[in-house]
């Protein structure tokens, strides 16, 4: 069985949530009968080997994101016209090239939408309309769509009057064994205690209500840490700047060295998710293997993920309340990640789609 995969900056995963969904359907995960090739973009990968976890890698030389990333995807989908039994396409960007793709492919085509990319707030009117549409075109002309979330699914069903898979993401990746030497100076670092201190890990944007995190915080004593990328937009500029002067909110730039992440992550006792848009977030159900109750942002994507049994946010009052409780625990979290979430199960669900 031959599967190309298309949509993603490419493997090693260094990006974002396709990233590391590819990654994890590699390797040990993947069946002997099913062979990938991995679309890679030559400009954004360190480099341009041939093959890796014994899937194949080609390239594409334009940039998987911003600007280019529709021309991307569209150029990688004329690479697997022929000679594969299934391809799988990775977000709706360039799915406006669909109906030429079905056209030209003998191929069964599986697209997962991702999260309602089109209706963020970062998007004009443009870039909506030929997300909206390019959505449109990935749900008329796929064999199968996979939604990551039960929302997402309803959303399809109620739109387009079409079924589609629901498959979430893995999360088990994150778990690892760290010295407790590295684990205390992590936390001496960043002057924190082992389960006194809360933490978030986002993209700075308004619908991760970035702000409103802050604005709670920064009417208690409980320390934040906000790992993030503060220098990205204004929105993130000026929030640097307001809540760096509180004493228990750290204001810490994008960390890229997985263990210090992990001990930051798994040691602290609550972690805040305040992802508004998209389905079923990687972070989120990442941070469900800590075992740490969460505090999540009202919507259904994410109480469709936590199965309702997490804390939830509307607002800073919101926040405030759950902050103040002494009944906060986290230990269903574990529970509903190891039955639902890790990449085992995943690559299983994919494999039985081809």
């Given amino acids: 069985m031959k599967v190309a995969i298309v949509g993603t900056q490419g493997v090693p995963a260094n990006y974002g949530g396709f990233e590391s969904l590819v990654e994890n359907l590699l390797g040990v995960h993947c069946p002997k009968n099913v062979e990938y090739t991995v679309f890679c973009s030559s400009k954004d990968m ?5 093959e890796y976890k014994g899937a194949k890698l080609r390239y594409v030389g334009l940039h998987a994101n911003g600007a280019q990333s529709i021309p991307y995807d569209i150029l990688s989908m004329c690479k ?42 970062k998007w004009g009117k443009l870039a909506r309309w030929v997300l909206r549409t390019s959505e449109a075109m990935a749900v008329k002309y796929a064999d199968i769509i996979v939604s990551d979330n039960k929302g997402i699914q309803d959303y399809v069903t109620e739109t387009y009057g079409k079924p589609s898979e629901l498959i979430a993401y893995g ?25 006194e201190y809360a933490i ?9 209500n970035s702000h409103v995190i802050l604005e709670a915080f920064s009417k208690t004593d409980r320390p934040l840490v906000f790992i993030g990328n503060w220098n990205h937009s204004e929105y993130s500029r000026q929030l640097k700047e307001q809540y760096s002067k509180f004493s228990n909110i750290k204001i810490i730039d994008a960390i890229y060295d997985l263990d ?20 079923t977030n990687p972070s989120l159900v990442e941070a469900m293997f800590f075992g740490i109750p969460i505090i999540a942002c009202d919507v259904v994507y994410n109480r469709e993920t936590t199965e309702n049994k997490a804390y939830y946010f509307k607002s800073t009052e919101d926040i405030l309340r759950h902050l ?18 890790t990449w085992k199960h995943i690559s299983e669900q994919y494999c039985n789609l081809y």
């Fill in 46 to 50: 360190p480099d341009t080997r041939g």
């Fill in 80 to 121: 697997v016209v022929s000679g594969y039994d299934v391809i799988l396409v990775l977000g709706v960007s360039g799915c406006m090239f669909m109906p030429i793709l079905r056209g030209l492919s003998k191929s069964k085509i599986i697209v997962n939408i991702d999260g309602l990319e089109h209706r963020r707030a």
């Fill in 171 to 195: 999360g088990d990746h994150v778990k690892r064994e760290l010295s407790e030497e590295l684990v205390k100076g992590t936390l001496n670092t960043y002057g924190v205690r082992k389960g």
């Fill in 200 to 208: 978030t890990v986002c993209r700075i944007e308004p619908e991760n």
């Fill in 260 to 279: 210090i992440l992990y001990a930051l992550r798994s040691n602290a006792g609550i972690y805040m998710h305040g992802h508004s848009a998209g389905g």
């Fill in 324 to 341: 103040t409780s002494e009944n906060l625990v986290g230990e269903t979290m574990v529970e509903i990640a190891n039955r639902r979430y």
